[in-house]
């Protein structure tokens, strides 16, 4: 596994429950302060989320052109690369998969500082 997959799928691993207890808490305070109409953290959160996925889709699309191409060559001019088909495969699913978890592992990251920041 790559270690860019690897760092993506362990931030959403960790931080993302995180993420969400401190906008539950950040949620309960505004409910008990009455202003649960003026909490600004939903809105960003159903923002961020349409972001992300919107962000993850079109970097999905574009790593599978750019790995459909290579994979073309690839077929067309002979095994120029020094390892199999099937390591070769693999390694483009890996990437694949670390682009689309990309965008989503960096705003959990940025959501888990910010939040943070906001509590001390």
Not at 68 to 73: D, H, L
Request: include cysteine; hydrophobic fraction near 40%; charge should be positive.
């Amino acid at each position: 596994m790559s270690g860019k997959l690897a760092n993506d799928l362990f931030t959403l691993w960790f931080q993302a429950p995180v993420v969400i207890a401190l906008r539950c808490q950040d949620w309960a305070t505004s409910l008990q302060s009455g202003t649960s109409n003026s909490n600004p953290e939903l809105l960003r959160m159903v923002s961020e989320k349409l972001d992300a996925a919107t962000e993850s889709t079109l970097a999905l699309n574009m790593a599978m052109m750019r790995h459909g191409m290579t994979s073309a060559r690839h077929f067309w001019l002979g095994p120029y690369f020094p390892f199999s088909l099937r390591q070769f495969s693999a390694s483009l699913g890996q990437s694949t998969a670390a682009e689309g978890l990309g965008p989503y592992a960096k705003r959990v990251r940025a959501n888990a500082k910010r939040l943070g920041r906001k509590r001390s």
